[in-house]
């Protein structure tokens, strides 16, 4: 077990490296100037060619990578060139959005798709199962910037329930934090709800015909103790894969939620940054996402250890 886990952890070294090197040239290969962006449209060509040099771009690729590398080993991100702030500090500012959104997504989608998808397992082939499946597939189906205006148009622009677009930090009360957060993490969580519910499902249909559910149900127990310490609980290594899984896709869905909803948070920096070829703060905020990725999958390999004593690394 430990061996294993030094293993894993001493692989997330060459996948941060390997992310490393791949956005840092995608970054440089790709059209577009940040000397021009930032010198503005009426600026002359010496003026672009000092703020490149001010900003280091004026180097070979290669030495610039390996002082971006020395730096980051140290834990320096650099100066955002947009932003003029250090990188480090731009990610402590959104973090607490991101995190909040992500999380907030992650109950709603787990309390609400694991007993929807084991009942539609129980009431297999019923109108309840075909409802669930039919969320699913419509849920799985719509694209995230999709849900989010509709539901703004619905709730927001005709029932005024919810804000439009905004956030309100944790310092400034819980309750307009959680109140601004709501229809975002509906949005978010729509598309997982429906992935979740549709993978519980076949995980609980594939438990119920096994032999020791049979021999339950012959002893007498009821159906909701059947279906919860039996069944679901058997079943709970492929749903906890799936949540894993979900929990890492969340970077993407995060980027376009909090564009629309204009949530001052990672994924919203990661475009501003893009947008205004900020180097120095896109790399940083995907080495981030990367390095989160790796530990929710090595969070979720451990848990395996908990939930089937079978399992041994």
């Not at 070829?277 to 999958?297: C, G």
Request: hydrophobic residues 55%; glycine residues 8%; aromatic residues 10%.
């Amino acid at each position: 077990m430990l061996m294993y886990l030094c293993r894993r952890i001493a692989a997330i070294v060459p996948v941060v490296l390997i992310v490393g090197v791949l956005v840092f040239l995608m970054l440089r290969l790709t059209p577009g100037d940040p000397a021009a962006v930032i010198a503005g449209n009426s600026a002359s060509s010496e003026d672009i060619a000092q703020i490149r040099s001010q900003l280091g771009l004026d180097q070979p690729i290669a030495a610039q990578f390996f002082i971006w590398a020395g730096k980051m080993v140290v834990g320096d991100f650099g100066e955002s060139f947009f932003y003029k702030k250090t990188v480090a500090s731009l990610i402590v500012d959104r973090l607490e959005p991101t995190l909040a959104l992500a999380v907030l997504t992650i109950i709603l989608a787990t309390v609400i798709s694991v007993p929807l998808g084991a009942l539609a397992a129980y009431r297999q082939g019923s109108w309840v199962d075909r409802v669930v499946m039919g969320f699913s597939v419509l849920g799985f189906s719509a694209p995230v910037f999709v849900i989010g205006y509709l539901l703004i148009y619905v709730f927001s622009v005709k029932l005024g329930w919810f804000p439009v677009q905004g956030y309100q930090r944790l310092s400034d009360g819980f309750g307009g934090f959680i109140y601004r957060l709501i229809l975002p993490s509906i949005t978010l969580s729509i598309v997982y709800i429906a992935l979740l519910a549709r993978m519980t499902r076949t995980s609980v249909l594939e438990v119920l015909n096994e032999d020791y559910v049979r021999t339950a149900r012959s002893k007498g127990l009821s159906s909701m103790k059947v279906l919860v310490r039996h069944a679901l609980r058997n079943a709970a290594v492929p749903i906890v894969t799936v949540i894993g899984v979900s929990i890492a896709l969340l970077i993407s869905g995060v980027v376009v939620t909090e564009s629309v909803f204009n949530i001052p948070g990672l994924g919203r920096l990661t475009v501003d940054a893009v947008l205004a070829r900020d180097y120095p703060t896109v790399q940083a905020v995907v080495l981030l996402f990367s390095l989160t990725y790796v530990v929710i999958n090595l969070t979720i390999d451990l848990l395996y250890l908990v939930l089937d004593p079978r399992i041994r690394y």
